[in-house]
T-cell receptor, first 115, second 109 residues
């Protein structure tokens, strides 16, 4: 079974620039999550999709972050404009459904450095 | 979100059992207890989960206290590859998967 694919693996940008991350979840997985993990901290949930609808985006800084999941499959997360504090690993995960009895599968993440 | 409390770090020796504790005194009746671990430079991976009864799988065992206010992840025979950050998470009916700080496990050869 292919895992969750993310690209790019690494990205370096200057502050105020824009950046986008792409995620391809495991085939058939209805739920997709984006997390932000700052060095030394646990992952922080940014947004959760169920198919192509948003279930939770309470922690997403909506003035600069946006995410979409067209057709309920692939997803992109965008930051515009980036700030220094956005330097982190951005993790995508998927699960069959969002219930409490299912496991989530994570990609390897995209490491973003904002200089 | 229901909260969990874990030690910041633990250390053990290779080929010995490891018991990783987690306190969750505010757990509700429908919260599942999930454990994930994160190896260096990788995304988290699922380890095990349970509701009330103890659970075993090929990776670990999960022992849940009778009052469900605490649980213990047991690695029966630690290897160097088990060095990771281990997260104890309460999964609510709202479906969120919320990570805390976790326990950094060091395995000595």
């Amino acid at each position: 079974e292919a895992g969750v694919a993310q690209s790019p693996r690494y990205k370096i940008i200057e502050k105020r620039q824009s950046v986008a991350f792409w995620c391809n979840p495991i085939s058939g997985h209805a739920t997709l999550y984006w997390y932000q993990q700052i060095l030394g901290q646990g992952p922080k949930l940014l947004i959760q999709f169920q198919n192509n609808g948003v279930v939770d985006d309470s922690q997403l800084p909506k003035d600069r972050f946006s995410a979409e999941r067209l057709k309920g499959v692939d997803s992109t997360l965008k930051i515009q404009p980036a700030k220094l504090e956005d330097s982190a690993v951005y993790l995508c995960a998927s699960s069959l459904e969002g219930g409490w009895n299912t496991e989530a599968f994570f990609g390897q993440g995209t490491r973003l450095t904002v200089v | 979100d229901a909260k969990t409390t874990q030690p910041n770090s633990m250390e053990s020796n290779e080929e010995e059992p490891v018991h990783l504790p987690c306190n969750h005194s505010t757990i509700s009746g429908t919260d599942y207890i999930h454990w994930y671990r994160q190896l260096p430079s990788q995304g988290p991976e699922y380890v095990i989960h349970g509701l009330t009864s103890n659970v075993n799988n090929r990776m670990a065992s999960l022992a849940i206290a009778e009052d469900r206010k605490s649980s213990t992840l047991i690695l029966h025979r630690a290897t160097l590859r088990d060095a990771a950050v281990y997260y104890c998470i309460l999964r609510e009916g709202a479906q969120k998967l919320v990570f805390g700080q976790g326990t950094r496990l060091t395995i000595n050869p």
